[in-house]
Structure formats: structure tokens, C-alpha cells
């Protein structure tokens, strides 16, 4: 099971410790944050005790309402499960109590600096822990950014996947993983691909060597990550392997559950690779709006035959 630690949530924010500078080291391992709202008013069937508890204005306010020895017993409640921490987004005006309770429990209390509303700051904070708590894998392959979308390219090794970037990236497109792909998975149908640091912003061709796509391109040439929208294998030629039809039947391959449209092309000295790879994004984002230029075609057909009966 994949973790990080309050002291991660700590850098990553900028955060504020109030209390338990010293447990910065206590893990998390769920996604999600939780707003203990039902907890403060006893109902705790199905408090997450090992998620973020956040405290926003609405909860920081009915705790300054409640008389001293009231508060006390809500909030030892609620602190008794020992969650990984608590952050404040309401400022830290008047907090002494909530201070004393984490001290005493060893929880760590922190609060944010910027300012900004709770519903701004949750978003951000729960996808960052989804994404660093993601089931992920590492792929042969490279990883590409083509109008927008992300594109997974496969292949035996020395097939050209690189070389075909390389190309892409010429054309405005951008690198975003090369021979290490980094595929984490955010949801049943998302799936992200991403570098493993070591090889970021780097590509590999063979004959000229060892390639920073930012250096030599600029910043454009270059993404962090993006969400894989297709796969695509590469392959050698092989004569009459691949029919000629008006539209394929689809493939899938799955990473971790995640099924992810899948087309081959073949390859050969001449043929426009970065071209079809193009073609390729465009025509699935086509189908994603409900376009199919082979039943457009059909139609024509049909439509074709009907007038020549009538006539």
C-alpha cells in the first residue's frame, strides 16, 4: 500500500504547525479528506478515522460556541480515534484548545497560510493525495501529448517509438515519458501517465545519444503527465497483416483494470507515422463527441440506394 506523510502535506502547502512537530512522520494512506462535521455532534458510525480531517470555518465557529467543558468532550470524541492530523483553513484566532487536545494525543495540528476558502482548498489537497496514493505500474514504452491527448506508444525495443516522438515533437506535439512510463491509476476509468523523475525531460535516439527535449525545444516540448486516452502499438511491416476495412473492431488493452482503446500500425521506410499517429488522436476525439466517419459513409450509401429504388 502506497503512503505518504503529514510532513509531505506539510511542504506540498505550505502548512502552518500548531502541535506535533514531532509526529510529521505519521502516515496517511486514504485519498480523500473528511470535514468531521456529524463527528462533533456524536454520530461516529461511519467516521473515516484514517483520513485528513479537515476544519473549516462552519466547524472552527459551532466549537467556539460550545461551552468550555461541551467543546471538550466533542473534541476528545473525535481526537480518541487519532486520525493522521487535523488542518485548520479558518485561521488560527482562538485555537488554545484545539492545540491542547493534539498535543495531548500526539496528533499533529496544522493550518494554511494562504488565504483561501476551505472548498478551495480541499480539491487541491485531495488531488494531490490521489494521485501520490495511486495504484501505479512502470511500462515499456513512451508517452506522448498529441492535440491534447495522451497517447501510450508500444513496441518491441528498437521498433522506433522514440524516433516516432521525436518526430511528433517537431510538430508541436510534447514528450511526457520516454522507455519508463509511469501509469497511475486515479479511478476505474482514468489513467495517468507520467516520468519516474530519472528520465524527465529526457529521449533516447539511437545513433545521436542522450536528448533534453526542454533544452533543445523549449518548455512547449515537454509534460508533467497527462491521462491516457489511447495505446498504440507499433509493429514491423508484415505484408496483407492489417485489412483494409471502412472501420476495425475495437481493442482494448487493460492496465490495472483500466481499459484503454487500442490500435496498431505497422511500420515501414516511408510511411508517415507521426501523421497517422495524429489522425489517430483526432479521429477518437471525434468518436468521443458521437462522429463516425464509417457510419457517416453507410449513410450516404444508404441514403444512395434508397433514391436509385425510388427511381
Known amino acids: 500500500m502506497k503512503k505518504i506523510t503529514v510532513e509531505n502535506l506539510v511542504q506540498k502547502f505550505s502548512l502552518k504547525v500548531l502541535a506535533g512537530e514531532d509526529q510529521l512522520q505519521k502516515t496517511i494512506t486514504q485519498p480523500r479528506v473528511h470535514r468531521p462535521g456529524l463527528e462533533f455532534v456524536g454520530h461516529f458510525d461511519f467516521f473515516p478515522t484514517e483520513r485528513v480531517q479537515i476544519l473549516g470555518k462552519k466547524e472552527i465557529n459551532y466549537l467556539h460556541k460550545l461551552s468550555k467543558e461541551e467543546r471538550k468532550i466533542r473534541i476528545g470524541n473525535i481526537v480518541h480515534y487519532h486520525p493522521p492530523c487535523f488542518i485548520v483553513t479558518a485561521g488560527d484566532e482562538d485555537l488554545t484548545y484545539l492545540t491542547h487536545h493534539c498535543i495531548e494525543e ?3 495540528l496544522l493550518i494554511t497560510n494562504k488565504p483561501e476558502t476551505t ?3 480541499i480539491p487541491k489537497l ?7 496514493l495511486a495504484p501505479e505500474i512502470a511500462v ?10 495522451g497517447i501510450l506508444l508500444r513496441g518491441n525495443s528498437g521498433v522506433g517509438k522514440s524516433e516516432t516522438a521525436h518526430t511528433l ?12 512510463v509511469v501509469l497511475k491509476k486515479l479511478s476505474p476509468q482514468t489513467l495517468l501517465g507520467t516520468h519516474d523523475q530519472k528520465t524527465k525531460e529526457f529521449l533516447a535516439l539511437r545513433s545521436i545519444g542522450l536528448l533534453n527535449v526542454v533544452r533543445l525545444y523549449g518548455r512547449k516540448a515537454f509534460q508533467e503527465e497527462t491521462r491516457i486516452a489511447l495505446d498504440i502499438n507499433l509493429t514491423k511491416w508484415q505484408k496483407d497483416a492489417l485489412n483494409n476495412e471502412l472501420e476495425h473492431e475495437p481493442q482494448y488493452t487493460e492496465y490495472m483494470g483500466v481499459k484503454i482503446p487500442s490500435i496498431e500500425i505497422q511500420l515501414v521506410p516511408g510511411r508517415d507515422v507521426a501523421g497517422l499517429i495524429e489522425a489517430a488522436a ?5 468518436r468521443q463527441q458521437g462522429y463516425s466517419a464509417a457510419e457517416e459513409f453507410m449513410s450516404r450509401l444508404e441514403a444512395d440506394f434508397s433514391d436509385s429504388k425510388e427511381e
Open 282 to 286: 483526432n479521429n477518437w476525439y471525434l
Open 140 to 149: 515499456h514504452g513512451v508517452c506522448v501529448n498529441v492535440f491534447g491527448i
Open 169 to 180: 515533437i517537431g510538430r508541436g506535439h510534447r514528450l511526457v515519458a520516454d522507455d519508463i
Open 119 to 121: 472548498s478551495e482548498f
Open 106 to 108: 500526539k496528533i499533529p
Open 126 to 132: 485531495d488531488a494531490y493525495m490521489v494521485k501520490e
